[in-house]
């Protein structure tokens, strides 16, 4: 879980960089540190754990920074969803700035979508409020990541982010 912490950092670098507004790339950068901060003491308390056992209070431990992790990414998911929405400039010629841009083109285009529907139907109250009851939820980053498919490269049980993967090779 540390390791795919990192990859949601450097997702977080590569569309800050590219983000267009200045605050939603601010906000992007400080989700991706406080990720970067939360991931490396799940390491450390992962290898320290490995190393003394078994114990309950290290058991809390490991579990409090898997929390936290989740939460921290879930912030740069929602910083990077307002980052597409704002607008993105172009990709440089890094083939991982490529693949970032292109997964939030896909993730853009699916909630235009959504929000196109939304907009022909007739479900809104007399002033035009849309109705909670039996509306679908507009799609999410985080929605788009679970239901990417496995990647079928050769890519080994715990891959080294730095070291010839991209940002989106793995599930995060």
């Known amino acids: 879980m540390a390791s795919d912490g990192q990859v949601v950092v450097k997702f977080g670098n590569i569309l800050a960089k590219q983000c267009l507004?200045?605050?939603c790339s601010v906000e992007l950068l400080r989700a991706a540190e406080h990720t970067q901060s939360i991931s490396?003491?799940?390491g450390i308390v992962a290898r320290v754990k490995a190393v003394t056992g078994e114990s309950k209070a290290s058991s809390e431990l490991l579990l409090s920074n898997v929390q936290n992790l989740i939460r921290a990414v879930q912030h740069v998911l929602r910083a990077a969803e307002a980052a597409c929405v704002k607008g993105l400039g172009q990709a440089s010629a890094d083939p991982e700035e490529e693949e970032v841009a292109a997964f939030c083109q896909q993730w853009r285009k699916n909630l235009t979508q959504h929000r196109a529907k939304e907009a022909l139907n007739s479900d809104r109250d007399?002033?035009?409020?849309?109705?909670t009851?039996?509306?679908k939820a507009e799609p999410t980053l985080m929605s788009l990541v679970q239901e990417q498919p496995p990647r079928s490269r050769n890519i080994p049980k715990h891959p080294n982010p730095r070291k010839g993967h991209t940002v989106m090779d793995r599930h995060l």
């Open 133 to 135: 009851r039996g509306a």
């Open 21 to 23: 507004d200045r605050r």
């Open 126 to 131: 007399e002033l035009g409020l849309r109705k």
């Open 40 to 42: 490396s003491q799940l």
